[in-house]
């Protein structure tokens, strides 16, 4: 099945990407770190399991991973959108096994700006939906415009957490780019722009715009 995957780091922009792009292209859109939180919330077996490492900051082992995908997968899609996929060397020969991978996105952009963002998101207790106080406030402080629930920090936002997960991009996901690379499927995108510039240019990328 067609795929494209959008990579970068934490705060870089992906979710939202992620989501114009599978919209534009009619793609399913696969977010990993959604699909760990709804069993975290759920408290489903894998969400008791998981809580602690990922509030700690750590990345979930592979094989986990592989199963999540296997079983979230539309067979009927006519692609998908990898957003936090893949993270490690062994997930992206995973992909390419079993995927065919039209793109790699990395979406640039320095740690600094990436560390501010992310210590002013907020996400909604009950749908998930995703605020920043300086670029997309909520209408009223604190308050979830689609459901009226409480917005939180996330459980991983914490500094703690956040210098870990930085740590992990660094050591396992930033050099997927040479193995994107020599495959031909990189494509990097400054992601210090608007969210529609930086969908714009991905269309674009892609023979889309
Ligand atoms: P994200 O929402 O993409 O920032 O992901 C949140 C957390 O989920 C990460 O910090 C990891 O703990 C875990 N996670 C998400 N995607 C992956 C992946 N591809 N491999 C391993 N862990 C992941």
């Known amino acids: 099945m ?21 919209a534009r ?5 696969i977010d990993i770190g959604d699909l760990l939180r ?6 489903t077996a894998i969400g008791q399991q998981i809580q602690s490492a990922i509030s700690r ?3 979930m082992p592979d094989v986990l991973i592989f199963q999540l995908i296997k079983s979230t997968l539309d067979k009927m899609a006519h692609g998908i959108v990898f957003d936090g996929f893949p993270r490690t060397l062994a997930q992206a020969e995973y ?15 320095d740690e600094d700006k990436a560390i501010a963002r992310i210590q002013n998101r907020r996400v909604c207790k009950s749908c998930g939906a995703n605020y920043n106080l300086n670029s ?5 402080d604190g308050i ?5 629930s409480e917005l939180i920090v996330r459980m991983d936002d914490t500094p703690e957490a956040m210098a870990k997960r930085i740590q992990a991009f660094y050591q396992q996901t930033q050099g997927l780019m040479g193995y ?25 990328a892609l023979g889309k715009a």
Do not use: W
């Open 38 to 43: 709804y069993h975290i919330s759920h408290h």
């Open 2 to 22: 067609n795929s494209i995957i959008i990579f970068g780091i934490q705060g870089s922009g992906k979710g939202i990407q992620a989501k114009l792009l599978s």
């Open 136 to 140: 997309h406030k909520p209408q009223h």
């Open 57 to 59: 900051g750590e990345l």
């Open 144 to 148: 979830c415009d689609r459901c009226g």
């Open 180 to 204: 994107f690379e020599n495959h031909g499927l990189l494509r990097v995108i400054d992601a210090d722009k608007t969210p529609e510039a930086i969908s714009d240019s991905l269309l674009e």
């Open 95 to 109: 992909l390419i096994k079993h995927f065919k991978v039209q793109m790699a996105f990395y979406l640039q952009l």
């Open 25 to 29: 292209l009619g793609y399913q859109h």
